[in-house]
Structures are given as structure tokens and as C-alpha cells.
């Protein structure tokens, strides 16, 4: 490349907003070498978490924050196309790599030791100095590694970073030819590596990981695996050293994981070496095994890796260079497509071959749309991802989610549960042995026998609702979703906190209450980090300004709680704490307090939430649909001699009222995207076709309640669906209409065991509002709400993100 082809200003990713995911696009100016510098064009730049934590501002040990402006970026391959004055280490042509760390003194302790990568003076790439994701990159030409022949450069990129990790881990095991090397966690991003790298040194190599990526291990030279569900820990031991006589030289830890580094040193033999490179991403906790009379009698060792230094870069692509080592950038995504176990399952090939659009799509907000699009191209069973398919039957919810010998377990590194920083279940998160006594002790609150007894608090905060909207309408038209909201998180807060947030009495949003919505918007990167084994470090990538106010909300809620259960009459009062409360008591198999602490967080949420935004939508279409309102108008008014006369009991027999509750809960489920589940053991056969044990499954209800197969015109809003027979021939509607519907689909609290404890409570709250509210008022869409766009263009971030819906209210005369 001459002088004059180098353009004077080149496109760059910079973080336009450090703290978020902001990112934009922009022309800089291509920068001169200076004496001592090179001009590199770079060809290709690999991303990985590093890059997540500068952009997200969050690497605690950094000196500084992140600036604004930052260029990203620390793997990069290109061509070097001008040299400043005085460099004779490179010539014009060469490719060469750009790495973590761009230069170093190369003349301190730290690097003659061969620790460059600890100079004081070393430069960061993507983070104070510009990084990889532009096209022209300033670089030292003593620090560039060359890429030598034979390696592509997107091979060649993320070993600048992956690779020469678990290259010098290799070098600390200090393994000789035929040693035993564990791997554990073979056949993540840089367990694959270190397989390959090992089998390049002519180890011999154990691969540990779950059953499914069996045969991927495999593929990459790895002479046993083993899959760790499969064993206790006792017998895994017992069988690595019966596979190795006596034990392995030495075990690489390069996943997350408690349990792998729990483990770890009784696979190795005498005089055996342990070589951490994961971090454990949950219950960070010291290796039982590691006490010091056990070290010294084994003489064991224990050593840490992180990223190599130069010559270790240079060393670590020959193998490459030679065909030995299959990068997964490429690799992982062709054995995702053509070799997984889930290889013959429609979808999108790019869906299948990595997890990365799923997750830009949850990010984006429209992961509904998308899976219910692939539902329509793919038919009833669709690969969403590497390990996981969707689901739309009412056959699947019954298989996946219903009673059965062996449950399948919650996936609580998928995409449909909110992560939590704290190592405590609650009755969402519990695992099977601890559900059941969970669900049992919280059962009580929401009995028949219960709701009857909290009615009282029920109607106080709807009839303050009414009393607030009769006052408030008189200045105009109201905001419907607000008011829905604010009632139900009132009631909800009264229930589990023992009084409400006083979002009715302040027509506001308490902070709690704002905070959720507000954060609403991270719950799928947050997803993406618990996924990608970042839990470690997950509070440190949330932003810190709305990281510490939703630790003051929740220090705020947790002091309510408190409160409540300090109440000399918690006895008499009753709510959510007084059943609890009382059970713990009675049994010795309770709840502990952090338990009960997340577990009413989670009721607030999801009985509030849930049920507001049900309403928001069930009034959006009865309004936009006005003969269903005017039918459920004539019920109501005709059902009840007074307004003192709707009670939850009396609302139990109207007859098209619940069926427009069912079809809101149809088109519009408060829950609109799968709750994933791991297929148990070695796997089994869902809707007559196995899938391999450990892939995650789920019913996604978005996409199975608007799929043609399961409803008759499924994107039109029909109450008479719903309806008896008998009432249906009383309309004129031929019952064959809606034959076909298979109505076991859907399922807006879930199904089986674990279906939402609280369904009898909001199904009584729903009717108790809507029928309060049509007795009080006539209402119509205000204009800016009267269109397609309210339902249509909204997001979900695992909740939906609902507009204000602007109601005019008239009282009744």
C-alpha cells in the first residue's frame, strides 16, 4: 500500500458512553508514526469480555474509568503500512497481531523477568490507548507479534488473547512428554484450546465437561472424556486415577466453577501440579482439599495463569500455524451446525452456530417477535440456539414442565430467569430438593382460605384506585398503565412487606418500584454474563450509578420486611409473612431469612407486574374492540345491584368476562418468552424426537399463542373463543369456529409444579378491578393510545416495556 492510499481519516468504534453498552460509529483521523511507531491497517479484531468490562466501566483494579471516546478492541490482525523513524523490527508488508497489552518498557524487573505483561509502564489496548475495532491502529514494532503463514488471521486474532492464556498455563504445569493433563471445562473457549495445545505438546489429556460436548472433545484429540454429571465427586476422582494410574501431573481449571476447583486436587497424583485459570463464578470459596498439611504431604503445587507475555504470543501461533489447533471462532460454530447433537433441528444455520444472536436480539428487546417469526418459518419445534430449541405444542408444556419422575431442572444460566448477585434461592430460583419446601410454606398464603381473608386489604387499595381516578379525571385523560401499576404494587407490597409502597396515595412511583422498571432494560446482558460464566464478575459490569440505587432500594424494601415481621400482630394481620411466619414456626424444615427476603421481592414483582400489565393490555383491546366492551359493560351493570356488591366471590360468576381475560392472557401473556429447562441425564424423546440430555428446552408462550397451528386467526383479538358451547350457539357463533384451538396452549402461569403459586389471587384481583372499574366509568382510548402502534412496537426485557396507555374516564350517572 503506497503513501497516497492511505486514507486521512478511517472509521473507529468508540464506547460513546462508558458505564452502558453505547457504542458508536465515527471517522478519526488516521494517525502518523511517530519515530519508534508503525501504522498498522487492521484486517480483522476478535471481541471478548475484556472488551465488555472496559466498555462497561467496570474492571475494578483499573487506575481509572474507562474515557469517553474509548476505541475498543485487543485482538487485531493486520498489515503494517507505514513505519515511523528508526524502526528496523518490521517492514512494510508484514502482518502482525495487536495484542492485550501493546507495549512494554521491556527494560524493568518486571520484564526482563519475563512478566511484561506487569510493567508499569505497559499500554492497555481499548482502554486509555486506542484498541482494535477501527481500521488503522498505531502500535510499538517491538511488541507486534507476527502471524506467520499458514494461520488466518481470524484464527489468528483470539489467540493473541485465548491462546497464549492457556499457552503459559501449559508451561507452569511444567508436564513432560506423555504426562497425564486434566482439562476441566474442555470444551468451553479456552478448555478447547488447552486440549489442542496439550495434544501439541503430546500429553495425554483427560476432558472434563457436561455429556454434550463429548464428542466435540473428542474431535480435538482429547484421549478420555469424562462427563462430570455423571459422577460424585469421590467417583470421578476414583475413576481419573484408575484411567491414569494413580493420578494426573498435573490439572488445568479453565471454566467457573465451585465444584471443578472443589475437586481438583484429588485428581492429581503425587507431586502434581494445579493450574487455575477460571474463575469460579459461584460461591467463591477456598479449595476444601487445600490445607497445607495436604500440599506438603503431596507435595502439591499451585499456580495461577494469565495472559503470557510476547514471546509466549509468538510461541503459542506455530502449532496453529501448523494445523494443530482448531479455533473455536470458526471450529465451534461449523461443529455447532454439522456435528451437535441438535445438528437435524430446524432454524437459522446463524442461530445454531452461536449464542451471540439470540442475545443481540434480547438486547434489542425483540426476542418475542423474532422466536414467534421463527416459529412461523420453522414450524412447532425451532433451534434458537447452539444447545437450545423453543417449543409452541400444549403436548411440550406438558412434557417439559409438568409432573414427571425426574423434573427437568431449571436452566439458571438461561435466558428466561433473572440473575441474582446473591447465593440465595428463592422460590423462582430453587433447585429441586428445595422447592417443594419452599412452595409448601408459601402455599398457605395463597389458599382459598387466604385470599378470602386478605380481601379486605384487596379492595381497600382498588376502591382508593377508584376513589383517585374519580378526582383525577376530572383534569383529564389518564394514564392507565400507571394506575394499574400503582394498585397492584401497593396490594402486593401490603401482602409481603406489611405495607404498601404509597404509589396511590403519591400517584408515583415509589424508588423500588422505579428502579425495577428502569433496570428493566439490563436484564438480558446481565442474562449474557451469567451465561458466558461472568458471574464473578457481574456486579462490577453493572452500571455503578444503578447498581447502587438498586442497592438502596432494596436496603429500603428489606427494612419494611423487617418491620413487618417485628409487628406484635402479625398473628391477626393477614398477609403473605403471617402464613409464612407461621410455618416456619410449626416446622423445622422453614425458610431462612435471606430466603424469605428474596422470595418477597419476587412475589412483589411478579404479582404486581404481571397482573398489571394484563390489565394494561386487556384494556387496550376491549377498547379497541368495542363491541366486547360494550358486552362486558351490559354484564357488569347488569350482574351487580351496587358497587358494594363486587367482591371476588360475586365476580366468579360472570361468564364473557373471563373469556376476555383469557384471550388478553392469549395475545398479550404478562410472560411472553420461555422459561428454560436442562433435558435430564443422557437425554429423551420430546414431541417423539430425542433431544440429548443437558440442551435447554422451553415452551415459548408469545410464539405458541399467535402460531395458526394452535388458534383460528390467532392475531385477532376473539372473546367468544373462550366461551361454552351453549353460550356460543346463544351469540350465533357456529361452535365449529374455534374446534381446532387448542386452548391447553396457553399457559399465562406456567404449568406443573412449578406454575405461579399466585394465579387464583390475580385471576380474583383482575376481576375485582375490571368490574369496579367498568361499574364507575365509561372509558374510551384517548387518541394517542387509539392505534396499532401501543401493542405492536413494544419491547420485552424479560418484562414487557409498556407505554402509557391514555384512557378518557366519564363517571357513571
Not at 488503522?136 to 488466518?152: A, F, K, M, N
Not at 491462546?163 to 503459559?168: A, E, K, L, N, P
Not at 361454552?724 to 409444579?753: C, I, T, W, Y
Request: aromatic share 10%; with cysteine.
Amino acid at each position: 500500500m503506497t503513501t497516497e492510499d492511505i486514507p486521512k481519516t478511517h472509521k473507529a468504534v468508540i464506547y460513546s458512553n462508558p458505564g452502558t453498552l453505547a457504542t458508536e460509529v465515527i471517522d478519526v483521523e488516521t494517525p502518523e508514526p511517530q519515530r519508534g511507531e508503525i501504522l498498522i491497517k487492521l484486517l480483522y479484531s476478535g471481541v471478548c469480555h475484556t472488551d465488555f468490562a472496559f466498555i462497561m466501566n467496570s474492571y475494578g483494579h483499573m487506575p481509572e474509568p474507562t474515557p469517553q471516546g474509548q476505541i475498543g478492541g485487543h485482538e487485531g490482525v493486520g498489515y503494517v503500512v507505514r513505519l515511523g523513524d528508526g524502526v528496523t523490527e518490521v517492514q512494510l508488508g508484514d502482518r502482525v497481531g495487536v495484542k492485550w497489552i501493546t507495549s512494554a518498557c521491556l527494560i524493568c524487573s518486571e520484564c526482563l523477568a519475563g512478566f511484561d505483561n506487569r510493567c508499569k509502564k505497559r499500554k492497555v489496548a481499548g482502554y486509555k490507548t486506542p484498541g482494535t475495532f477501527q481500521q488503522y491502529i498505531i502500535s510499538d514494532p517491538r511488541y507486534v507479534t507476527p502471524i506467520p503463514e499458514g494461520l488466518s488471521s481470524e484464527a489468528a486474532a483470539p489467540l493473541l488473547c485465548g491462546g497464549v492464556t492457556v499457552w503459559s498455563a501449559l508451561l507452569y504445569s511444567e508436564c513432560k512428554l506423555g504426562d497425564w493433563l486434566l482439562v476441566s471445562g474442555a470444551g468451553g473457549g479456552l478448555g478447547h484450546l488447552a486440549v489442542q495445545y496439550a495434544k501439541a505438546f503430546n500429553l495425554r489429556v483427560i476432558a472434563v465437561d457436561h455429556g454434550s460436548k463429548a464428542d466435540f472433545c473428542k474431535s480435538l484429540g482429547a484421549d478420555v472424556f469424562l462427563d462430570f454429571t455423571q459422577f460424585n465427586s469421590a467417583d470421578l476422582a476414583t475413576r481419573v486415577k484408575e484411567v491414569t494410574d494413580g493420578g494426573c501431573h498435573a490439572v488445568m481449571v479453565c471454566n467457573a466453577s465451585s465444584r471443578a476447583y472443589d475437586q481438583a486436587l484429588d485428581f492429581l497424583r503425587y507431586a502434581g501440579t494445579l493450574v487455575c485459570v477460571g474463575i469460579p463464578e459461584v460461591d467463591p470459596h477456598p479449595m476444601p482439599n487445600a490445607a497445607p498439611f495436604k500440599i506438603i504431604g503431596n507435595l502439591w503445587k499451585i499456580k495461577g495463569a494469565v495472559t503470557g507475555n510476547r514471546i509466549m504470543a509468538i510461541d503459542c501461533l506455530q502449532p496453529a500455524a501448523h494445523g494443530h489447533i482448531f479455533v473455536a471462532v470458526v471450529g465451534k460454530a461449523v461443529y455447532n451446525v454439522y456435528f451437535h447433537p441438535l445438528r437435524h433441528y430446524p432454524g437459522p444455520k446463524l442461530w445454531a452456530a452461536s449464542r451471540l444472536p439470540w442475545i443481540w436480539t434480547a438486547i434489542s428487546g425483540e426476542i418475542h417477535n423474532k422466536i414467534s417469526d421463527l416459529h412461523q418459518a420453522y414450524g412447532p419445534v425451532v433451534r434458537t440456539a447452539p444447545n437450545e430449541l423453543s417449543y409452541i405444542s400444549d403436548n411440550a408444556w406438558k412434557q417439559i414442565y409438568g409432573h414427571r419422575p425426574v423434573e427437568m431442572p431449571k436452566d439458571l444460566k438461561g435466558p428466561g430467569l433473572l440473575p441474582t448477585f446473591k447465593n440465595t434461592e428463592s422460590i423462582v430460583t430453587a433447585s429441586s430438593g428445595n422447592h417443594p419446601r419452599m412452595r409448601r410454606l408459601i402455599s398457605h398464603a395463597f389458599s382459598e382460605k387466604a385470599i378470602r381473608e386478605q380481601e379486605d386489604l384487596v379492595q381497600n387499595f382498588i376502591d382508593q384506585m377508584i376513589s383517585r381516578l374519580t378526582d383525577k379525571c376530572k383534569e383529564g385523560r389518564q394514564d392507565m398503565t400507571s394506575w394499574f401499576n400503582w394498585c397492584t404494587f401497593d396490594i402486593t407490597g401490603d401482602l409481603a412487606f406489611g405495607e404498601p409502597f404509597g404509589c396511590l396515595q403519591e400517584t408515583q412511583y415509589h424508588e423500588w418500584v422505579k428502579q425495577i422498571f428502569q433496570g428493566v432494560k439490563v436484564y438480558p446482558w446481565m442474562q449474557a454474563i451469567v451465561y458466558y460464566g461472568l458471574l464473578p464478575v457481574a456486579k462490577l459490569l453493572a452500571p455503578k450509578e444503578q447498581q447502587r440505587a438498586k442497592e438502596e432500594a432494596d436496603a429500603k424494601a428489606y427494612a419494611k420486611l423487617d418491620r413487618r415481621i417485628a409487628r406484635k400482630d402479625q398473628i391477626q394481620r393477614k398477609d403473605f409473612m403471617n402464613y409464612i411466619l407461621r410455618e416456619n414456626k410449626q416446622g423445622s424444615a422453614g425458610m431462612t431469612m435471606p430466603e424469605i427476603q428474596e422470595t418477597a421481592v419476587i412475589l412483589i414483582i411478579a404479582g404486581s407486574e404481571t397482573t398489571a400489565t394484563l390489565l394494561s393490555g386487556l384494556l387496550y383491546f376491549v377498547l379497541r374492540h368495542q363491541s366486547v366492551y360494550q358486552r362486558m359493560v351490559r354484564e357488569v351493570r347488569s350482574t351487580f345491584t351496587s358497587y358494594e356488591n363486587i367482591t371476588m366471590v360475586t365476580t366468579n360468576g360472570l361468564k364473557y368476562m373471563p373469556a376476555v381475560v383469557e384471550e388478553a392472557f392469549r395475545l398479550y401473556p404478562p410472560s411472553p418468552n420461555a422459561f428454560p429447562r436442562l433435558v435430564p441425564g443422557k437425554g429423551e424423546a420430546i414431541e417423539g424426537r430425542w433431544v440429548a440430555g443437558g440442551m435447554t428446552v422451553g415452551v415459548h408462550p408469545f410464539a405458541a399463542s399467535r402460531h395458526p397451528d394452535n388458534f383460528y386467526r390467532p392475531l385477532d383479538f376473539l372473546p367468544e373463543r373462550w366461551l361454552a358451547p351453549h353460550l356460543l350457539e346463544k351469540d350465533d357463533v357456529p361452535a365449529e369456529m374455534f374446534a381446532r384451538d387448542k386452548k391447553n396452549v396457553s399457559q399465562p402461569f406456567s404449568f406443573g409444579p412449578r406454575n405461579c403459586i399466585g394465579k387464583s389471587l390475580a385471576y380474583a384481583e383482575i376481576r375485582v378491578i375490571l368490574s369496579k372499574l367498568l361499574w364507575t366509568f365509561d372509558l374510551a382510548l384517548a387518541p394517542e393510545s387509539d392505534n396499532d402502534d401501543w401493542a405492536r412496537i413494544q419491547k420485552t426485557y424479560m418484562l414487557w416495556e409498556k407505554p402509557a396507555l391514555m384512557v378518557n374516564l366519564t363517571p357513571v350517572k
